[in-house]
């Protein structure tokens, strides 16, 4: 499953992710596993994906794994920071324009 990146179908990045959000919802086993796995390079580089529910489950998965603080190091390595305001700005514009 942590290959689903570099499959070309956007509906398999989304399902694959939401697995993932999901396992790492509330396990920390399951946190574990994804970061030894090294897939949470790949989560940030979906965070430049143009379908919205790959962005969602990308970006819950990452906190997920934030949430706990013996990991937090670990999505602070993978460079999330960057995309995670570009698409923050891109949400911004998006309220701007629907309020406007």
């Not at 694959?16 to 574990?32: H, I, K, P, T, W």
């Amino acid at each position: 499953m942590l290959t689903f990146y570099r499959h070309e179908v956007v509906n398999i990045h989304y399902l694959a992710l939401c697995a993932l959000a999901n396992l790492s919802y509330d396990s920390e086993v399951g946190r574990q596993a994804i970061v030894d796995a090294d897939a949470l390079p790949q989560f940030v580089r979906l965070l430049s994906s143009s379908d919205p529910p790959v962005l969602e489950c990308a970006s819950m998965a990452l906190n997920n794994i934030a949430r706990q603080n013996s990991f937090r190091t670990f999505v602070v390595n993978a460079c999330p920071c960057r995309p995670l305001v570009a698409l923050l700005q891109c949400v911004s514009v998006l309220i701007c324009a629907y309020e406007g």
